[in-house]
C-alpha cells in the first residue's frame, strides 16, 4: 500500500516554470530569452515550453527546449525589430502529463524613434518590460547612441521612459538602444532604431572671457569653445551702437582667440561681440556686447602733484568684478601696480614734476582666473613757476613803539599769493607769525608787534615761504617757495 502511493505521487508531481528574467533583442530577427531554472529533484522535467503574443493575448508556441540545464531561447525569427512582443515560458514534466503554472510573462523593449530628419530632436520612447519591475531588474534603463559606427556612447542613465535627443550635427546617422540589468546577470536588451538627424538647431550663446588691449595697444578677445560639438567657426562682430559689423570669420572649433588689427583704442572705447557656426551653417545668436575699457587721458593737479585717473566700466566679466588694478611706467621704466580700486577712478600722488608716467587699467575677476587691461596712456609731470627770489632786506627796532619791523623783497615776474612770515629765536625752531598778501610794491614791511621790551636786545631771525598762484584751466594751483 505505501508504494502505491509514492507510485501515485511522483506520477501526478510536476516541475515549476523557470524564472524569466530576460528578453533582449539581438538581432533584427532574433530575440534571446534568459532564465533561472526551476529545481527538479525528482528528475521529472520533460522540456520546457516558450510561448508568444504580439499583443498579450493569443499565445502561440515560439518552440522547445528539451535540456532541463538550458538557460536562454533564441526565437527566431521573431518581428521584435518592429514591435514589442509578450513572453511566457512553462515547464512539462511527468513525461508529457504535467504543465506548470506559466513564468512571469515579459515584453520585449521596443524602442520607437521620431523627429529627428525633421525638427532636429530625435524623440525617444520606450516600454518597460515588467510593470512594475522585476524584482531583481534593474531600477534604471540605459540608452546609448552609436556613432562613428560601432561606436555606442551612453548618453541617458534614469528610470524614465523616454529622452528627447538634440542633433547638434549636420547630418548624421545615428543608432539608439535601450538596456535593462538584471541581478541574475543577463540584460534585457532593445531593438536597434536609427535615422538620419539633421541638425536645424542653431548653437548655444557663447560667453567671452574678455576683450582687453595688449601692450601694442591691439584688442585680444578669448573665450571657451562652444558647448555645441558642431561648431565650426566663429564670426567676430564689431558693435556699433545698434548695428553690427562682421569683420573676420575664425575656422575651427579650438581656435577660441582673436587679435584685432587697427582698432583705434587710444579714442573711446570699443564693442565687440561673437557668434559661433556650426557645420550646417547655422549661426548662433551674437553674445552679449563685451566692451574694452577706456583709460581717459590723466587730470594734473600742478599743486598737489596729483594725476586723477579715470576709465569707463568693464562690463559683462564671468564671475563678476573683484577689482581694477592701476599700473604705472615711469619714464620708460617697467610697469608696476599703484594701486587698486572698485569703482572707475583713482589718484596718484606724489608725482615728481619732469618725469613722464604712463598707466593702463586690468581688470580682475572675483577668483581671479580671468583679467582685461585698457589702453596705455602717458604724459609728463609739471611744476608751476614761481618768483625766482625773495630775501630779507632788513630787520630793525622801531625805538619808538619798540616793534620789529622786517622788510622783504620778492620777484614779480610770476605772480604769487603772498608770503608766510615766520620767526625763531633761536634761529633753528620758526613758529609762523603772519601771512602777508601779494603786492606790486616791492620791497615790503611787516611789523612785529609782539616783541617784549625786555627782549629788544636779542637776536630775532625771520623766515619767509612764500605761496605763489597761477592759472591754469580755470584751477587755482599753489605752490612754495622758501627763503632766508
Known sequence: MVFNVFFFSKINAQVAAPILRCVSVTSPTSTTLSWIIPPDQGGLFTQYQIWTSPT??????????????????????????????????????????????????????FLNMTGASVNGVASLNWNAMHTPLLLTSSSTYTLSREYPTGTWTTIYTGNKLNYKDTIYRCKVFYNYKVEISDASGCTSVSN??????KNIQPPPIIIVDSVSVNASGQVVMGWQPSSSLDVDSYVIFEVNGSSLNGIDTIQGY???TYTVLGASTGSSSLGYCISPVDSCGNYAIPSVTYNTIFLTAPVYDLCSRTASLAWTPYSNLPKGILKYDLYCSVNGGTFAIVGSSTGTSFSHVGLNP?????????????DLTITASSNTTCFTATG???????????????????????TYTVDLTNPFKGCNIYKSEDGVNFTK???????????QTYTDVNVKTLEKTIT??????????????????LSRLCCM
Open 354 to 366: 619732469g618725469d613722464v608716467y604712463c598707466y593702463f587699467v586690468r581688470v580682475r575677476n572675483n
Open 56 to 109: 498579450g493575448v493569443g499565445f502561440s508556441l515560439a518552440g522547445t527546449v528539451n535540456s532541463y540545464a538550458q538557460t536562454t531561447f533564441v526565437h527566431a525569427p521573431s518581428n521584435t525589430s518592429s514591435q514589442s512582443y509578450y513572453y511566457y515560458v512553462v515547464t512539462i514534466s511527468s513525461a508529457g502529463t504535467a504543465t506548470s503554472t506559466p513564468s512571469d510573462t515579459l515584453k520585449s523593449i
Open 192 to 197: 536597434i532604431k536609427g535615422d538620419t538627424c
Open 384 to 406: 608751476l613757476p614761481g618768483p625766482s627770489y625773495v630775501y630779507i632786506n632788513s630787520v630793525s627796532v622801531n625805538t619808538g613803539s619798540k616793534q620789529m619791523e622786517i
Open 254 to 256: 579650438n581656435n577660441t
Open 460 to 477: 630775532i631771525k625771520y623766515k619767509q615761504q612764500m605761496i605763489v598762484i597761477i592759472l591754469v584751466f580755470g584751477v587755482i594751483l
Open 433 to 443: 607769525l603772519a601771512f602777508v598778501a601779494s603786492s606790486t610794491l616791492m620791497p
